[in-house]
């Protein structure tokens, strides 16, 4: 082990997921999350980004076209993390998810952060979330970061939404 440490300006890039189907999970990440679809490689993978950018996400069936999940106790993503700039960004994306009819695997508030969690069709883990201020972030008397899980009010985040 080294002293060394990640300069802080260093980010999560993309992420890329191996998908059973790429219009299924095109249907889900564009369809009803907002992504804009960047490029397609043929039939077998897919960039997405939100915003312009080159890629945040990356599907494709090269490895598991017509695949299925990896069983429960393997190791592999837990889920990939969708930070919104505003509250009522989560908001939409919440009302988005109830309108398609959408399954949430459960929704905290952490203090830090208001969480939603589902599943992609693949069943691969999604956490949708939005960043308090820094400066609301919860602190012990110390001054140390304070994160917990607390239940998130749905309908509170709803009433947030603007479309």
Not at 66 to 79: A, K, R
Not at 150 to 161: C, E, K, M, P, T
Request: proline content about 6%.
């Amino acid at each position: 082990m080294t002293n060394y440490t990640v300069p802080a300006g260093t980010r999560i890039g993309h992420v890329h997921l191996k998908v059973a189907d790429i219009k299924r999970a095109l249907d889900f990440y564009c369809g009803i999350l907002g992504f804009d679809l960047v490029q397609t490689y043929g039939e077998q993978a897919a960039f997405i980004s939100a915003g312009g950018y080159h890629h945040h996400l990356g599907l494709n069936t090269w490895e598991s076209k017509g695949g299925s999940p990896p069983p429960p106790g393997t190791t592999g993503l837990y889920h990939t993390a969708i930070l919104y700039p505003e509250r009522k960004d989560l908001a939409n994306a919440l009302k988005r998810l109830i309108d398609n009819k959408w399954t949430l695997d459960g929704a905290s508030d952490h203090g830090v952060s208001e969480a939603l969690y589902l599943r992609d069709p693949d069943q691969n883990g999604v956490e949708l979330y939005w960043d308090r201020p820094e400066a609301k972030w919860p602190r012990d008397a110390d001054g140390s970061l304070k994160m917990m899980t607390q239940r998130l009010d749905l309908q509170d985040l709803l009433a947030q939404a603007t479309n």
